[in-house]
């Protein structure tokens, strides 16, 4: 298989785990005979300062014409005091919209051998498995007015749905929970706000279409809580683009870290983006200590959403539990035992376990 991926490195540790995912890609594509060709793009701080603008057309076009994106992550303390237009932040947005990515899947599954490097109870967090679903495109972030008024003494935002938006990320969700336990949790805030009762309401719509997923409702701030109290209760949730920001970085304390997590950036039809949970962490950036585990493991969720490469996407995974199995860990990850890496060495060692796996196999069938 021939595919071509857009890169879009971003800023920080964006630009060091993106590396490795073009290294762990290219030992699959050695490994199961296909040719994955990169081509970069700028975006976030680092196209401000070549371009003057976060989001340049051409990374726009180079995107959709590319067969799946990669995004490392933007922003950093340099473009802190820009005006709104000119933060990197506002790339990462842009090309979301642009590309009409409604859907961000973000999956939260801790790997056994990371069980303790939770701060939370092993027996609390033994057995989570969930995929938080973020409606991405709408909500606070994109809703109009948002400006400053007179003079600074007064602000606004906006937040904003419509009905066909709210509908179709209900149905991926419901879609997604057919595929897994079939348990759908809710997440909105229909005690106060007009747009979580609509939310609400399309959900207690859309379920007739789908019988066979059980359905709750959750407000968000009890959703929260017991997140952490008690998470195995939840497969997927489903919910609008910023209590999924907030629901989601929450998350990646079962996992032990933020670095653990990855995401895929879906439209119904076309190019996907995926990207890790985490930003562009400033604090770690330029020393090589950056966990490149949730990129590599977003380039896992490409080869399956955006490839149909099953078989690939979880030697990826399973590279990447192995390497954990042996005790590698950076660290961001609160583990005593086993060895501290960086990212060059967690990324070689992920790596060796993907071009290890044809040598065992074929001792194996010998
Ligand atoms: P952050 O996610 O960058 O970092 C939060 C904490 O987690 C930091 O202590 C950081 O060192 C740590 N961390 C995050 N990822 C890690 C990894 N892979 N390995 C090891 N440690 C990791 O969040 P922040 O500090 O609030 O934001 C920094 C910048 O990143 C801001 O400009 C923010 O807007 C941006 N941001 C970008 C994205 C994105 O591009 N997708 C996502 C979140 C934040
Ligand atoms: C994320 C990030 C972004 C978001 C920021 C950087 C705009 O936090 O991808 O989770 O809030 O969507
Ligand atoms: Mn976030």
Redesign the pocket.
Known sequence: MKKQIALLL?DG??QE?IQSAVEVLDAVADEYGHKFEFESFDIGGAAIDRHETPLPDKTIRGCEQADAVLLG????PRWENHPSHLR??KG?LGIRKALGLFANLRPVKGFPQLLHASPLKEEVVSGSDLLIIRELTGGLYFGEPSEIREDGQSVVDTLAYQRHEIERIVDQAFQSARLRRKHLTSVDKANVLESSKLWREVVEEKRKDYPDVAVEHLLVDAAAMKLITDPTQFDVIVTENMFGDILSDEASVLTG???MLPSASLRTDGVGLY??V???????AGQG???PL?MILSTALMLRHSFQLEEEAKAVEEAVQETLRLGYH?A?LNVVEGEQVGTDVMTRLVVEGISSRSTSESIMSC
């Open positions: 971003g540790i964006g785990v992550a933007v922003g950093g990197p932040e990462l870290s933020l670095g990207e890790p985490h930003g562009s962490a400033p604090d770690i200590l950056a966990n949730a950076t961001d």
